[in-house]
Each structure stands twice: as C-alpha cells, then as structure tokens.
C-alpha cells in the first residue's frame, strides 16, 4: 500500500510521515484521495499508521468483516484508554448498546415533553430574551441545554436539574481525553494506578457521589413485589439488562457517564456547527426554516409529529454535517487478524484501517458542487428520489459518515437527531441568530480529529412568539 508524505530517505519513514501529517492533515488526506481514489493509502499519525480504503466497494468490503477480525472496539479503547479512563466494563461489555439503539429510541416520542421542558428552562436562563442583539457564547449554551436534555432521557428529573451533575458530565469527556494522554505512554500494568492521579479519577469519583444513592435504590428495589410503578429511564434499563458482574453501583454510574461522554459533546459540535452556518446566512435560510416549523407545530406545541415533517431543517442539519465533517478519517477498525480484500491487498493483524470521511463528503462524484454548503440539498433529493428516506439525517451511507456506517453506526443517532431538531427548532421559534459581521467559526484538526469551535460568540435577539400557522388560523 502507497504511503503518503513518508519520502525516499529509508530510515525514519514513518516518523517522517506523522509529522508531515501533523502539520497539513488536510492536504495529506487530500493529496492521498488524489492519487488513489479506486484504492488504498497509508499515512501515520504520532500514534497510529492507518491504512486509509478510498474506494466505495472496498470500504463496504472491511465494514462487514466480524468483528474478531477488524474490531471497532479495539480502536475507541486504544484512542482514549477506555479500560482505565472509562471503565472496564465499559471498554469489554458493550451491553449498553442495544438498551441505546433499541430502548431509548423507542421512548424519543415518550420524552419529547420533558426534553421540550428542559430546552425551554435552558433557553430562558441561559439566553434570556434579549430585546436587541446581544453576544452569545452559543457553544457553552448548547453544550448545557444538550446535557440537560440528554440526562432528562437518561434519568427523568432526577439529574436534568443538578447544576454539579450537569457541569460533571460536560466536564467528564474532556477529562477522559486529557487523562488518556497522560497514562498512554505507560505499560498496561502500572495504568490502574497512574490513573488514580489523573483528573478522570475525581470526576468518577464525583460521579459516585452525586448518582450513586439513586443507582443503589434502583438496584435494591424489587419494584413488582413491591407493587411501585418501574421507573422508565436510562438507569433502569440498565440497571435491567446488565449482565450480572456489571450489576454493582459504581458500574452502572459508569455507564451512565460514559453515555454523557457518547452524547453531550458529539450533539453540540454538531449542532453548534449548523448553527454557525446559519449565523453566516441568516437572511437566507431563517425565514424559510422558521416557517417550515411554525407550519408543522400541533396547537403551537412541536411534537414527534412535527418532528417528522420538518424535511428542510433535517436537510439542512444533514448538510451541515457533510459540510463541516467531524473528522478526516471515519469507520475505524483494527485488525485483530490479517483480513485479505478481494482484490488481494493484505490488512496485516495489528494495522488500523479507515475511510477517509472528509474527502468522500467533498467528492463530486457523490455531491454535485461539494464545496458548496446547499441546506436543502437533501430536501430536494429526498422530492427526487424512489427511496426518500434514504436522505434523511437518520440515515447513513459510505458517501455519508457523521454518524459511522454498517453494524456499529452510531446507535443514539435517532435520539441525538430528534434532540438537535427540538433544540434548532426552539431557537427558530424564539430567536433570531448571525454570526457577528467579520467573524466565522475555526476549522481545525489535531491528526485525524476535529477541533470543535467553541469559542465563537454569535449574535441573538428575541423574537415575538407566534402561534402556529393552523392555530393562527383555527
Ligand atoms: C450528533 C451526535 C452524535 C454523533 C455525531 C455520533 C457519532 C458516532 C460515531 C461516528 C460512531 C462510530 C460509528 C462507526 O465507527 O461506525 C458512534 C458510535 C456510538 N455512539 Fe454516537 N454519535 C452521536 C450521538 C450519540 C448519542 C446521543 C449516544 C447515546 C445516547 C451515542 C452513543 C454511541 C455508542 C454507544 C456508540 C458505539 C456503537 C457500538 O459500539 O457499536 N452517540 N457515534
């Protein structure tokens, strides 16, 4: 497999690369898509060399190896130390997966009202309703609204509201990455105690302390015996269908925050990138977005139903995904085994392997004038198309990666895409939003990863709250 940025001098090739691809991560990725867009491709990182598979057939060839071949686990474990930053459990047994996909999906419809309750408390403290414009730190609103919502779903009131639980939770996934680094380097043996010194240790901690009397109770009560309603929550279903070593206090609150960790910062990069995509064309997309939701809301009220029919601001949340991207290098595997392709190229036991995202999402050959953000580029293909749902923010693709592809996509995609609607929908209904003139969001990468913005202050101002469209007209 061709190597990029490695040069011709032998010695010190792959060092040669990682720098280089430390430097211009986006020019190497570029460059590499180039010349071996039907193929493969290496670069190396400081830690990893990847082997990067550009050609569609290829990558949906990798994506349905098992899993004791290319592990998806393998990867998320290594990037961020997860046996001893997150939990053992949480790296080894992955039950919490379908309670994710299956459970909580099924109770987005069941939770819309108590989301809506928290968006609105977090809009009203956190924004307020500022009569003219006003500077607003948008990433740092969002991040908290997206932690209340998240934790209403996960735990009902019992958390959404606990201001140290919350701040906790936003925290903890920075202190994972951080703490990460600092034990890497060390050998395995010696991480369980380095660990303890590191700032995820008192997050855990804390963690504890803050949940662990609510898990305890869940795990002492015999709810049918003791003829009490069963909570219906994140934590009971856990709680339900942890296998019986993960059933303990300290395991379940683990889980708990290590899906804080999968939510909080995923949906609000997200969101916060469509949102400076909507500051920068204000004018141009607001009214017909805002009238979209005002047109679909029941009684004044957005519900699942309204959910549902907001095909142009999905289409413009997709957009934005495709647009902004969340990394260079999406649908990574490790080889546990040597996995051979069709065409005979050998993935060696101990590689890594990976689809390069970014360039896929900037490829004419599958978006017509990729350079271009077009928010209702997937409304129109969804009118055009036989199959409409297949464009749909929900639904991925090896053209379309924010959310992964095949049998380990993001499971949370439906609950956090039904968030980011309810939450870019409130907005439109209550403020108006543009980047202040001369500013616009940072686009950066270390190695493979995006940097998100989250320093960019946007302007926003209150606007009348109307009834909807049939309520108006009733
Ligand atoms: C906009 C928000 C989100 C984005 C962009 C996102 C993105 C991703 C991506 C790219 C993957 C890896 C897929 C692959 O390599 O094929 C993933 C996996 C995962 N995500 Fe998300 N995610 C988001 C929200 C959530 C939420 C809200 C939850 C939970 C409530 C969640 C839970 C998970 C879990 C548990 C996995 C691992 C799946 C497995 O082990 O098979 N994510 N996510």
């Known amino acids: 497999v061709p190597s990029i940025g490695y040069g011709s001098f032998p010695l010190f090739k792959q060092w040669r690369g990682a720098i280089g691809f430390m430097l211009h991560p986006v020019a190497y990725m570029k460059e590499g898509y180039a010349k071996h867009k039907d193929s493969y491709f290496k670069i190396s990182t400081l830690q990893d060399e990847y082997v990067i598979v550009s050609d569609k057939e290829k990558i949906a060839e990798y994506l349905a190896a098992p899993d004791h071949v290319l592990n998806f686990q ?7 130390q997860i046996p001893w930053t997150m939990g053992y459990g949480v790296a080894h047994r992955t039950y919490h997966v379908p309670a ?4 909580l999906t099924q109770h987005i419809a069941a939770n819309i009202a108590g989301m809506l309750e928290q968006i609105h408390e977090g809009m009203d403290t956190l924004i307020g309703k500022p009569a003219d414009w006003v500077e607003v730190p948008i990433y740092d609103v969002i991040v908290k609204i997206v932690a209340k919502v998240s934790n ?8 959404c509201q606990n201001e140290q639980h919350l701040n906790n939770a936003i925290a903890y996934a920075q202190d994972v990455f951080l703490s990460s680094e600092i034990i890497r380097a060390f050998p395995n043996w010696l991480k369980p105690f380095l660990i303890m010194l590191t700032p995820i240790y008192r997050r855990r901690r804390l963690a504890i302390k803050l949940m662990g009397s609510i898990v305890q109770e869940r795990l002492d009560t015999d709810y049918e015996a003791q003829g009490k309603k069963k909570p219906d929550d994140m934590i009971q279903w856990l709680v339900d269908s942890a296998p019986p070593i993960e059933r303990t206090m300290p395991q379940i609150v683990e889980r708990i925050m ?19 995509i909507l500051g920068a064309e204000w004018e141009k997309y607001t ?5 979209e939701v005002r047109q679909h809301c029941e009684g004044g009220e957005i519900t699942k139903q309204t959910l549902g029919k907001l095909v ?3 289409s413009f949340l997709r957009e934005s995904g495709r647009f902004n991207n969340t990394g260079l290098v999406s649908l990574n595997r490790n080889a546990r085994k040597e996995f051979r392709f069709k065409d005979g190229t050998v993935i060696p036991a101990g590689a890594r392997v990976g689809a390069p995202s970014l360039a896929i999402h900037n490829d004419p050959q599958y978006y017509l004038e990729p350079e271009k953000f077009d928010g209702f580029r997937f409304s129109r293909m969804r009118e055009e198309s036989a199959k409409p749902m297949k464009h749909q923010m929900v639904s991925t693709d090896i053209d379309y990666l924010p959310f992964g592809h095949g049998k380990h996509a993001c499971p949370g995609r439906f609950f956090a895409v039904n968030e980011m609607k309810l939450i870019f929908a409130n907005l439109l209904l209550r403020y108006d939003l543009k ?3 001369g500013t616009a969001p940072a686009r950066m990468f270390i190695g493979t990863m995006a940097i998100p913005e989250t320093k960019l202050k946007v302007l926003m101002r ?9 309520a108006a007209e009733a």
């Open 312 to 314: 142009k601001l999905d």
């Open 287 to 291: 009214p017909i977005l805002r009238a």
């Open 74 to 80: 393998d990867g998320a474990n290594d990037a961020v």
């Open 462 to 470: 209150s606007i009348p709250i109307q009834k909807s469209h049939a």
């Open 152 to 159: 209403r779903a996960f735990s009902g009131t019992l958390l």
């Open 258 to 276: 290590a899906l804080n960790v999968a939510s909080i910062h995923t949906t609000t990069m997200t969101l916060t990138s469509a949102l400076y």
């Open 435 to 437: 980047l202040i003139p």
């Open 100 to 103: 994710v996909r299956i459970t």
